[in-house]
């Protein structure tokens, strides 16, 4: 038998074409082992837009968006031990998985070899159609993919840690960063801004890399010990053969090869940035100094849960510009401009309100 379902205020996109709007969306009553999560904060991802707009050739509308969600616990299932009512919980990118493959039993569900259940765009297993994102009052989670969030950070803050937090983060400490290390930054946006402050409070000699002299003096506030403006030769070359590692979180169309250039022998250039096209990469770029050309998609759910503790350690939070919901549409039109500092995140007591 399917759980019983109840009616929950959303936004979604409605088709390709057309701006976002409430609708209302079934949402299922937990089951043994679900979470109800009341949203209080959903932040704004590139990848929100994307699907929002079918650009990535797959989206069943309606689409609810939004997988980077801060809220509080409503009720819980009977066979929950990990949360109970009021707990500030977390969810990202994921809601489910396979739980059995080789990825999944180490701790790597973003990798998942039978295919992990985003939290919007996916099957629903349960009540059927497509998951239902974070623009949205309520969401239902199995247990397994929701994280506790530390009640001492700003909550508005910390929701974008749950997709561009964690996304940077675990390039990060796969490869081991940290003190005694040269450690660039490429872009300075939504991944970027985090991607520095992560690499400064591991203790390495971070460089952020920005197209944008405007940008400098921010990146220095953020945690780069240098900003070199990538569109400067002379400010290149004098870095060349010096980095260890390079976190590449840039989206647009740039000269991959430029960056390659600047690690030292067996350094890695590891990309979290999507261009739409394929790159050109010259075979000597990584053939002088045995370089790697790497990738890195989101993190597990226990390396996730391990950042956000970091976070609240440090004090680490996302920039980011509060909105209302009823100003999506302007904000992913600002984002296709860069016109955010450096995230948005979307009071979503402002849904109905």
């Known amino acids: 038998m399917p759980p019983s379902t109840f009616r929950c205020e959303a936004f979604a996109a409605p088709a390709t074409d057309k701006p976002l709007g409430q609708i209302t969306i079934e949402r299922r009553e937990p089951t043994a082992e679900d979470v109800q999560i009341d949203i209080l904060f959903c932040g704004v991802c590139h990848s929100d837009l994307h699907m929002a707009r079918n650009e990535w050739g797959f ?14 616990v409503a009720s819980v299932g009977s066979a929950v031990t990990k949360f109970k009512v009021g707990d500030l919980v977390g969810v990202g990118c994921m809601v489910d998985s396979c739980r059995t493959c080789a990825s999944c039993q180490e701790g790597l569900e973003q990798y998942c070899e039978v295919g992990n259940i985003q939290t919007y765009g996916s099957p629903d297993k349960h009540i059927g159609g497509t998951t239902h994102g974070g623009y949205s009052k ?65 203790g390495a000699h971070v460089v952020l890399f920005t197209t944008s002299a405007s940008k400098i003096e921010d990146g220095k506030r953020l945690g780069a010990d240098e900003v070199v403006v990538s569109k400067n030769a002379d400010e290149m070359v004098a870095h060349g053969g010096s980095f260890d590692f390079i976190l590449d979180c840039v989206s647009a169309e740039h ?20 261009p739409e096209h394929p790159m050109p990469v010259a075979a000597f770029s990584l053939l002088m100094g045995r370089r790697s050309l790497a990738g890195s998609g989101i993190g597990g759910i226990a390396e996730t849960q391990e950042m956000l503790d970091f976070c609240a350690e440090h004090g680490i939070t996302s920039d980011v510009e509060v909105i209302d919901i009823k ?9 296709l401009k860069s016109d955010v500092r450096y995230r948005f995140s979307i009071d979503m007591a402002t849904l109905g309100a």
């Open 138 to 202: 309520s969401i239902t989670v199995y247990e397994g993919f929701v994280l506790r969030i530390s009640d001492k950070l700003d909550l508005a803050a910390t929701a974008p840690l749950l997709c561009a937090g964690i996304t940077t983060w675990s390039p990060l400490r796969h490869w081991k960063v940290g003190p005694g290390q040269k450690v660039g930054i490429v872009g300075l946006g939504g991944l970027g801004h985090m991607g520095v402050k992560f690499a400064h409070a591991l």
């Open 59 to 72: 989206t069943t509308y309606p689409v609810v968006p939004g997988h980077e969600i801060v809220g509080r």
């Open 327 to 335: 100003d999506i549409n302007t904000a992913y039109e600002r984002m």
């Open 255 to 274: 000269d991959i090869n430029a960056y390659l250039n600047l690690l030292k022998r067996d350094g890695t250039l590891c990309l979290v940035g999507a």
